[in-house]
């Protein structure tokens, strides 16, 4: 089994409701299974800002799926959730977004999938929940906890 760790966000309809669901759904069967998540995080809007803001998290799961088979899970849950990327703007508002950030020590650079994520070290809404989850763990070479130091978390709150 290979571990994965996952970032989850959304910022229309009932966001919360929609995480839970996506994290059930990615982890039906025996070929997905949830090890930690993080707690759900209020964040503003990344890219494009006139939106409303997100809720983010990050899950680490253990998979027996090859990398792209688990990406082709989590984007097939996206579409049942209603997402449809090719009707929204990029980084703009959806429903659900569904980011594979590591794959083990794996790295990957496919048209569909790079591994590990390219810009989660730019991006204190995916670090702040990944750092919950897994301050220690080193991704391309740099800590998890050391990586967020450097970001501006200024926004970002935990949820109850």
């Known amino acids: 089994m290979a571990e994965a760790l996952l970032a989850l966000g959304g910022n229309l309809g009932d966001v919360?409701?929609?995480?839970?669901?996506?994290?059930?759904?990615?982890?039906?069967?025996?070929?997905?299974?949830?090890?930690?998540?993080?707690?759900?995080?209020?964040?503003?809007?990344?890219?494009v800002e006139d939106q409303p803001?997100?809720?983010n998290l990050c899950i680490a799961v253990e998979t027996s799926l090859t990398p792209q088979a688990l990406l082709a899970r989590a984007q097939a849950v996206e579409r049942a959730?209603?997402?449809?990327?090719?009707a929204e703007r990029?980084?703009?508002?959806?429903?659900?977004?569904?980011?594979?950030?590591?794959?083990?020590?794996?790295?990957?650079?496919?048209?569909?999938?790079?591994?590990?994520?390219?810009?989660?070290?730019?991006?204190?809404?995916?670090?702040v929940p990944l750092a919950e989850i897994a301050p220690e763990r080193v991704i391309a070479g740099r800590q998890v906890k050391a990586a967020l130091a450097g970001l501006d978390t200024r926004g970002i709150e935990r949820l109850r």
Request: glycine content about 6%.
């Open 81 to 86: 959730l209603g997402r449809s990327r090719g």
């Open 16 to 47: 919360r409701t929609t995480l839970d669901r996506a994290i059930a759904m990615l982890c039906e069967g025996a070929d997905v299974r949830l090890t930690a998540r993080s707690s759900d995080y209020a964040t503003p809007p990344w890219g």
């Open 53 to 55: 803001r997100f809720v």
């Open 90 to 127: 990029r980084w703009g508002p959806r429903t659900i977004d569904i980011d594979i950030l590591a794959y083990d020590d794996l790295s990957l650079d496919e048209p569909d999938l790079t591994l590990p994520h390219r810009r989660m070290f730019e991006r204190a809404f995916v670090l």
